[in-house]
Structure formats: structure tokens, C-alpha cells
């Protein structure tokens, strides 16, 4: 079987060897950089992601029964995946490749885009190749629904309006695990999907107190299947994308809080963790998507999102720092695997393991009001320091 697994993915490797991944500069009327969007380049043709430009831009963007509606100006521009007819203010027109979904984001052909809307509202300049946009004056945007529960049942404030300049406003913050999927369980009867709702709420109030947008993928004790957590991100435009969960082991002497960023994995304890991760997909209905995103889509979708690599990797370690600088755990590695709940998210985007429930001193400090809102705290903080370092290097 794992024979066949490999001359799969080789040869679907040999298949997309013309499909390649990069990023535009984006920049407003100005010439102020709104940050880099990312592209998937096929032979002449460049595929853009609705959910960035738009975010980016101010644009607003809704999804109405398939159908993704962008408007800019007055002018509204409606696609949809595998259909390569889209309407302008009405008027249907052909792209020369159909739009593609990748976990919630509509890609589409740059070129369509760019013959579509009126050079003052997106251009590319001739000398540098960046993308030219005229910003929205303000967010015309509705909130999306949460996948489950609700903000009125967690107790979390409102959200604040998105800024119109562009920052890195959004976070989504995704506990995992959740109603019939418990995760780890340790012998003192404390489940992992409780410590990490709960953690995670802590870093949405610190990070909504100031001024972000923080969006959590479930808000109560509920099962989110992996695959919507990211398109979940994607549909509500975050900026980063930080899943959050306790770890465990059959040594009970391990302990301590390691991260991990979407890349195939080198380590054997790495592979380890993944697998323990992904195995939640034998509790949902569509499994058998899972299967198709391991041989084959899988290399498509960490094409796509490679742009965020580093930024991913830098804040793993980042907040790797602060939790170990501010609380008891021991501090144990960044590392790399094929996470599923990571594929695809159009944002820098990482896996956080908190402590191991299996160790009693990590389980006592999990366990605790107290150490979940120092590791809460320490997150934070390092959300807040990513923040920054890539609003001062957009403004570059």
C-alpha cells in the first residue's frame, strides 16, 4: 500500500511540475505596500486568491449559495470554482482557465480580473509587475457565521470594525479538537479539548482589548471537521492562523510545548504528532476527502501557500519563545509535518502544542486558571510582536 502511495504521488509530482508558487506586491493609489498576495503561475496564466485581494484591498466579498461576489466601486464581479463563465454588473464573460477552490479561497485568473475592472480600480504597473489598487473608503462587509455556536455563549466582546488600512488585524484562533472528539485525556480525567477552548478564548479577549480582530473557529464544545477550520480562516480573511492543542505521550516523564509549521516532516516525532492530529478525520463523514489531499492535492495546496513559509516558521519560534519565557514548561522544539488542519490556509499558520496532559506537573499547570492565562498571555504577546514585524516589513 505504501508503494502504491508513493508511485502516486511521484507521479502527480511529474503532473504539476509547471505549476509554480510566488507572491505580487500589492500597493494602493499611493504606491503604499499593502502587503504580498500570493500566485499560482501555470504556464502564462496567474491565479489570485479572492479572499486576499479583497481583504487587502477593502474590497467586500461575499459568498452567496457558491456563488463569490466581489464588489469594488460600483462595479460587482460574480465567479465560481470549475466554471469558467463569471458576470460583470450582469454581463457574463470567459476566463481562459475556470477559477479553482482551495479550503474555502476562489482563485482566479489574474488576467480576467485585470481585463474585467477598470485600470483606476486594479492595475499592474509595467515596470515592477505589482498589482495597483484603489482602496476601499470603508468595509461594506458582513460578519460571516461562525461554524458553530455562538459569541453571545462564550462570553467574548464584540468584535471591532476592520481598520481600512491594511494591518495584520486578523487572527483566527482554532481549539482543537471538540464535542464528540476530546482529544488527549489525561489520567487525572482532564481533556484536552477543554484546555484548549479555554486558552484560546484568554488570547481573543487579550488580543480583541487590543484593537485586532480575533475569531475563534468554535466557541463552544462543539466537533469542527479539520478541513473547515482552515476554510473557515480563509472565508473570514484572517491574517494568522494559530491552531491550539495539548500533547501527550506514553513516556510520562515528557513534557513541555513544541510548535510546528506545514512542511514534510523530518523527524520521526514529528510524524508522530501529525499522525495523532490528523487521526481525528476517522470521526468525520467526508473522510475520504483527506485521502485525495495526501497524494495528490496536498502538493498543490503546500504550493500555494509556501509565500508563508517563513512568516510561519519565524512566529512557531516566536511564540515558542514567549510561552517558554513566561511559564514553567520546558521548552522542546519548532519543527515541520503535514498537519491537515494547517493545508491550505492563506496565512502564515502553525500548530501549538501547549504541555503534555500525560505529565503530571504539565497536566497540574494546564489544569490551572492561573497557567492557562499565563500561556494565554505569552501568545499574545507574540501575536502582537508578529504584528509588528510585518506591518514595519510592509511598510518597506
Known amino acids: 500500500m505504501k508503494i502504491g502511495i508513493t508511485i ?47 481583504s487587502k484591498s477593502g474590497w467586500s466579498l461575499q459568498n452567496e449559495a457558491g456563488t463569490e461576489v466581489l464588489t469594488a466601486g460600483a462595479f460587482v464581479f460574480r465567479a ?9 454588473n450582469g454581463q457574463c464573460r470567459q476566463f481562459v ?67 481600512s488600512a491594511w494591518t495584520m488585524s486578523t487572527v483566527i484562533i482554532d481549539p482543537g479538537h471538540g464535542g464528540k472528539d476530546p482529544g488527549a485525556v ?40 479539520l478541513a473547515e477550520r482552515t476554510k473557515f480562516a480563509n472565508t473570514n480573511r484572517g491574517d494568522l492562523f494559530v491552531s491550539i492543542h495539548c500533547n501527550s505521550s506514553k513516556v510520562r516523564s515528557a513534557r513541555g510545548c513544541e510548535t510546528y509549521f506545514l512542511s514534510p516532516a523530518r523527524t520521526e516525532s514529528a510524524v508522530d504528532v501529525a499522525l495523532r492530529e490528523n487521526s481525528v478525520v476517522q470521526l468525520e463523514e467526508n473522510a475520504l476527502q483527506y485521502k485525495e489531499l495526501t497524494e495528490e492535492n496536498y502538493i498543490l495546496l503546500t504550493m500555494a501557500t509556501s509565500q508563508y513559509l517563513k512568516d510561519s516558521r519565524d512566529f512557531a519560534d516566536l511564540a515558542l519563545q514567549e510561552v517558554v519565557r513566561r511559564t514553567p514548561l520546558p521548552r522542546r522544539w519548532v519543527d515541520q509535518a503535514g498537519f491537515y488542519v494547517l493545508i491550505g490556509a492563506s496565512m502564515p499558520a502553525i500548530v501549538f502544542e501547549v504541555g503534555f496532559l500525560s505529565n503530571p506537573d504539565d497536566e497540574n499547570f494546564l489544569d490551572s486558571k492561573q497557567g492557562r492565562q499565563k500561556i494565554a498571555e505569552a501568545l499574545a504577546r507574540s501575536i502582537l510582536k508578529l504584528k509588528s514585524q510585518l506591518e514595519a516589513e510592509a511598510r518597506q
Not at 80 to 88: M, S
Request: glycine share 8%.
Open 8 to 54: 502516486a504521488v511521484c507521479l502527480f509530482m511529474v503532473a504539476v511540475v509547471p505549476l509554480q508558487a510566488s507572491s505580487l506586491l500589492l500597493l494602493d493609489e499611493q504606491g503604499t505596500s499593502l502587503g504580498r498576495i500570493p500566485q499560482l503561475v501555470r504556464g502564462e496564466q496567474q491565479f489570485i486568491p479572492l479572499t486576499v485581494l479583497a
Open 80 to 88: 465560481r470554482r470549475d466554471n469558467p463563465f463569471y458576470f460583470l
Open 97 to 163: 482557465f475556470a477559477p479553482q477552490e482551495w479550503d474555502g479561497a476562489l482563485w482566479v485568473p489574474l488576467s480576467g480580473l485585470l481585463e474585467s475592472l477598470p485600470p483606476e480600480l486594479l492595475h499592474r504597473h509595467p515596470q515592477d509587475g505589482s498589482l495597483r489598487v484603489r482602496k476601499a473608503a470603508a468595509s461594506t462587509e458582513t460578519e460571516s457565521p461562525e461554524p458553530s455556536g455562538s459569541k453571545e455563549e462564550s462570553g467574548l466582546p464584540t468584535e471591532p470594525a476592520s481598520p
Open 186 to 225: 489525561s489520567p487525572g480525567g482532564t481533556r484536552e479539548k477543554d484546555v484548549v477552548l479555554d486558552i484560546s478564548r484568554r488570547v481573543a479577549k487579550i488580543l480583541l482589548a487590543k484593537g485586532m480582530v480575533a475569531k475563534l473557529t468554535r466557541y463552544g464544545d462543539h466537533f469542527i471537521p
